[in-house]
């Protein structure tokens, strides 16, 4: 069965520092792995997206993310936080040839960005 | 712009009622889903559409929750005999090769 463990429900970062939000996670067959953003009251926006090929994938706002295989993770980063960056971010994984394309989430984690 | 579109955006029931809730997917998109996301978890998988097909349902969905997608485009959920547990947004989703999923803006249920 697939399973996503995101580390840290809270993460609290300065203005202008990196961004580091980990993710991993669980499945017996290659994986999609997707990194959505949700503001309060708002769905889910998806910031990017690993199918295949390139290990590390750029999104929307200037985040990206690196998978790697061997440790089973998908870590999103972005070099430098601004206020706006301030959400909830959801990891997710899809087994798309066995599961019709369903997302299996992990608990989320908030961001929060200090002036 | 033409996204998945949802309705009502808020829904206040008292217990034992039953609510409707209906989601427009982006046009052409054949694969339409289901979530329900209760405060401070992730969302979690309800069920899924290919077309007009019904093909999988997670345990979650109790006998009194069903759903349709009579013609292959919008798709109504609808809870029966609404229980406090029920409270959540609900969220839909479509795509076209259930690779990415577009999400609605979902609808808030409150069961008083």
């Known amino acids: 069965a697939q399973s996503v463990t995101q580390l840290g429900s809270h993460v609290s970062v300065s203005e202008g520092a990196l961004v580091l939000l980990r993710c991993n996670y669980s499945?017996?067959?290659?994986?999609?792995l997707f990194w959505y953003v949700q503001y309060p009251n708002q769905g889910l926006q998806l910031l990017l997206k690993y199918t295949t090929g390139a290990t590390l994938v750029k999104g929307i706002n200037g985040f990206e993310a690196e998978f790697k295989k061997s440790e089973t993770s998908f870590h999103l980063t972005k070099p430098s936080a601004h206020m706006s960056d301030a959400a909830e971010y959801f990891c997710a994984v899809s087994e798309y040839y066995n599961q019709g394309g369903k997302l299996i989430f992990g608990q989320g984690t908030e961001l929060s960005v200090k002036p | 712009d033409t996204g998945v579109s949802q309705d009502p955006r808020h829904k206040i029931t008292k217990r034992g009622q039953n609510v409707t809730f209906r989601c427009d997917p982006i046009?052409?998109?054949?694969?339409l889903y289901w979530y329900r996301q209760t405060l401070g978890q992730g969302p979690e998988f309800l069920t899924y559409?290919?077309?007009?097909?019904?093909?999988?349902k997670s345990r979650l969905l109790s006998d009194r929750f069903s759903a349709e997608r009579p013609k292959g485009s919008f798709s109504t959920l609808e809870i029966q005999r609404t229980e406090q547990g029920d409270s959540a947004m609900y969220l839909c989703a479509s795509s076209s090769r259930g690779i990415e999923a577009f999400f609605g803006q979902g609808t808030r249920l409150t069961v008083v």
């Open positions: 559409f290919q077309n007009e097909a019904q093909l999988e």
């Open positions: 499945s017996s067959v290659p994986p999609y």
């Open positions: 046009s052409e998109h054949n694969r």
